[in-house]
């Protein structure tokens, strides 16, 4: 109930502001858009291809009530996937803001209807979700067990770098078509010792002592990993 009332009123503050909008093949930092993927209230993102470098991408707009937190998601996100070892997540390519007006047409800062709107850019990766993967067929008990000891790992990566992702569930979790195992989705993720409250994360892979109202912890990821084995595995 909570975490609906958040977004309800971050939903009312930014309703005002437009994303930018590109037609397939336009430029935006030296990438070309191939494809829009997913348009929601508060982010719209693109897949796109480098224009010199053999480089897909995904590129992510996300609209704030509070410029200050998004540099802060911005910041995060870039040192946490720096981190992180890439074999089990998304690379790190380039953010940062542009100002649009209601419309979302670019305009100055110093435009009187200027808003703020951050970007990030990241590899993409080709592929389907752990949802998609398993309501095809569930797989063969020991091909399961496989992805499971893989997101395991991954899990584990994220980890030993000091961060939780707060946020795992099998429509974060990709399988490529060689069927390596990568987390995505680094949006609710904390560094262990913030000493931040427990944030809202996805119903149904939410540890108890989050819905009490506690901090996550290690153990809380490994119990959203437990319920996504349990998708895989049963």
């Given at each position: 109930v909570q975490a609906a009332k958040i977004f309800e009123?971050?939903?009312?503050?930014?309703?005002?502001?437009?994303?930018?909008?590109?037609?397939l093949g336009d430029i935006f930092?030296?990438?070309?858009i191939v494809e829009h993927l997913i348009p929601t209230y508060l982010s719209s993102v693109y897949?796109?291809?480098?224009?010199?470098?053999?480089?897909?991408?995904?590129?992510?707009?996300?609209?704030?009530?509070?410029?200050l937190k998004a540099l802060e998601e911005i910041r995060k996100a870039h040192d946490l996937l720096h981190r992180i070892d890439p074999q089990y997540t998304a690379r790190w390519l380039d953010g940062g803001r542009i100002f649009v007006d209601r419309s979302?047409?670019?305009?100055?800062?110093e435009h009187p209807e200027a808003n703020e709107i951050y970007f990030q850019i990241l590899e993409f990766i080709e592929g389907q979700t752990l949802r998609e993967y398993i309501g095809k067929a569930i797989p063969e008990t020991s091909k399961a067990l496989q992805i499971a000891l893989d997101i395991l790992d991954a899990v584990s990566a994220v980890h030993e770098v000091g961060w939780m992702h707060c946020d795992i569930k099998t429509e974060n979790i990709m399988i490529t078509p060689d069927e390596a195992v990568k987390i995505i989705d680094f949006g609710l993720s904390q560094k262990l010792g913030e000493g931040n409250p427990a944030r809202y994360g996805s119903p149904g892979y939410l540890p108890p002592e989050v819905k009490a109202g506690q901090p996550w912890t290690f153990a809380g990821d490994l119990y959203s990993?437990?319920?996504?084995?349990?998708?895989?595995l049963v």
């Open positions: 009123e971050l939903v009312d503050k930014t309703e005002d502001i437009g994303f930018p909008e590109f037609s930092n030296s990438y070309r897949r796109a291809e480098h224009t010199t470098v053999d480089q897909p991408a995904v590129i992510k707009f996300i609209k704030t009530d509070s410029p979302g047409a670019p305009v100055n800062p990993t437990s319920c996504v084995l349990t998708s895989l």
